[in-house]
């Protein structure tokens, strides 16, 4: 699963930077953060119920794949096979790449993953200790939280016209920051939906748009290493 993960997640990355330029790749970013949550939200909510029958379940929702697999197979194509030959050609040449800003992109995508499973694998156990719901209301808490974050990566496209990589980051951050210290002084779950909302919200904004910075440095030529680092 995990082998499979990896590979999904950078080939689709890099290949969404060769089918689509300028505006129209923050649009897809967007979309591509906007429906990983929406996934979530769905799968999520179908995993609590599961969950309430026999904890084995939820695994049968990987089962999902099968169903994406012909689109996949019918609708995905391999880039201009002069263009890759050229880039062949020159994966012996020495790119130069701004190490400073790689090393801050892979550092902020760390973060936000770290947050992220945080959240999601602590808020059940939270629920739980403060005798506020099971395993179908811990569902929907966290498919609240993935709900916002995918509508705010759908609006990355029109967010980013008005405000820069910087200030999206500074700005998502700040919500991520203030959601997470709602969290530790909840102790009702009308403040624990408030919290992880605006920790949705914030992790919405900054999804799409590391990948947008990292692609704004990156040479096409090591592109694929470079997100498969990210991707790590």
Not at 45 to 63: D, K, M, N, P, R
Not at 141 to 156: D, E, R, T, W
Request: aromatic share 12%.
């Amino acid at each position: 699963l995990g082998a499979a993960v990896a590979a999904i997640m950078v080939a689709c990355t890099v290949l969404a930077g060769e089918y689509f330029k300028g505006p129209k790749l923050g649009q897809y970013m967007g979309l591509q953060a906007a429906f990983g949550g929406f996934g979530g939200v769905i799968f999520l909510s179908i995993a609590g119920i599961l969950a309430e029958q026999s904890w084995t379940y939820v695994f049968l929702i990987y089962l999902f794949a099968l169903v994406i697999l012909p689109g996949v197979m019918s609708f995905l194509y391999e880039p201009n096979k002069q263009v890759n030959m050229l880039d062949k050609a020159g994966e012996n040449t020495p790119v130069a790449i701004a190490k400073n800003s790689l090393f801050l992109c892979y550092t902020f995508a760390a973060l936000e993953v770290i947050v992220l499973y945080c959240v999601t694998m602590n808020l059940p156990f939270m629920l739980q200790k403060l005798n506020l719901g099971s395993s179908l209301e811990a569902g929907w808490v966290l498919a609240l939280l993935l709900l916002a974050m995918s509508v705010f990566s759908l609006l990355y496209a029109k967010i980013s016209l008005k405000l820069s990589i910087f200030k999206i980051h500074f700005i998502g951050w700040l919500l991520i920051s203030l959601g997470l210290v709602v969290l530790s002084q909840s102790f009702d779950l009308a403040l624990i939906l408030s919290g992880s909302l605006t920790i949705g919200i914030g992790l919405g904004m900054i999804r799409p748009n590391l990948f947008i910075w990292l692609f704004s440095f990156t040479p096409l030529q090591v592109r694929g290493k470079v997100i498969g680092g990210i991707t790590t």
